[in-house]
């Protein structure tokens, strides 16, 4: 919805600032069309209670995208360190950082990344796929 559309729908002249602020409440409002978006707004748009409502909201959008980049950034961490696991205990034969990986990222997931790395499968590992995956 642009301004125009909103002033033909609701009579209301807000100035371009307010209109942003407007458009803000109406992309956050969900499923909620252009009529009725504006026949709410102009029951309520001006209340204070809603504005503190849209602040609370944006808020806690903000927040919650945080937490999203931060969840994503120690997803990234993880599979760097199963990864890590991975390639130590190829080279050191351990199976003990072999399990850890596991541990981290399930035990058909190490597997699948060590055949993608081109690593020989252990004897443990060939008997968990033919007892799990087959």
Same mark, same amino acid.
């Given at each position: 919805m642009n301004h125009q559309e909103f002033i033909e729908r609701t009579g209301l002249t807000p100035t371009i600032e307010e209109y942003k602020t407007i458009e803000a409440i109406y992309m956050a409002a969900g499923e909620m069309d252009k009529d009725e978006f504006c026949k709410e707004f102009k029951k309520c748009g001006?209340?204070?209670?809603?504005?503190?409502?849209?602040?609370m909201v944006c808020t806690l959008k903000g927040q919650y995208e945080e937490r999203c980049n931060e969840i994503e950034d120690l997803h990234e961490q993880k599979n760097a360190m199963v +990864?890590?696991?991975? +390639?130590?205990?190829?080279?050191?034969? +351990?199976?003990?950082?072999?399990?850890k990986a596991s541990e981290m990222a399930g035990q058909k997931e190490v597997i699948r990344r060590r055949i993608v790395k081109g690593y020989n499968l252990w004897s443990y590992e060939t008997e968990w796929m033919l007892n799990n995956i087959f």
């Open positions: 001006n209340s204070r209670l809603v504005a503190e409502l849209f602040k +990864d890590f696991l991975i +390639d130590r205990a190829q080279a050191f034969s +351990d199976k003990e950082l072999l399990e």
